[in-house]
């Protein structure tokens, strides 16, 4: 890895640590500068502002997603081991990241542009992988010939998106993600409507 990509590497680390601790909003260039021990214009060659170290973090995180599942799809023997090992990385990364995601304001009728950016950055390489998972599950006989993989995984993220905000705009009223339960109720729902999904593609 170049020194300038291992730099940034660093960069993103340190603000995934200030993003966990005291979330977005209360978190400054500055603060992430005093973490690194550098000035603030060596942050500033990096990154021109704080939403784009976050846009950085979120693509760091659903890349490093997407290759571990993606990773199934070359020796899997059914649709439904990939789904298992989607839905088990899907979780884990709630858990653990779910700081991150905005759900306060994905349950507000108007999400921030940036919020709509990560949401299409997060959409697009779900479509890519579910895609695949598509054509995988055809080669296997699983999936009807006839389905589109790429308008077929556009339908089913809508799907997804929607059983997530809706889900998430329910629990609103004292609505905690960090709690694991609360992600365990969410994935089992996810689960089934993936299991429906499936089934009416054969």
Partial sequence: MAEQDQKREVILEAALRRFKRFGLAKTTMEEIARDLEIS?????????????????????????????????????ASVKEVMEKYLSVKERILLDYHFLFGIHEWVSDKPSSLMRQVGDLVHQSEISFLSAWIR??????????????EKTADLL???????WVIWCKWQAAGFE???????????????????IFFQGLK
Avoid: W
């Fill in 40 to 76: 603030k214009g060596s942050l500033y060659y990096y990154f021109p502002d704080k939403d784009r170290i976050y846009v950085a973090v979120i693509e760091r995180i659903v890349s490093q997603c997407f290759t571990d599942v993606s990773a199934t799809l070359e020796s899997a």
């Fill in 136 to 149: 995988k599950g055809k080669a296997l006989g699983e999936i009807a010939v006839q389905h589109d993989p």
């Fill in 157 to 163: 993220v809508h799907v997804l998106f929607g059983l």
């Fill in 177 to 195: 993600l960090q709690n694991s339960d609360n992600i365990k109720e969410f994935m089992s729902r996810e689960r089934a409507v993936l299991t």
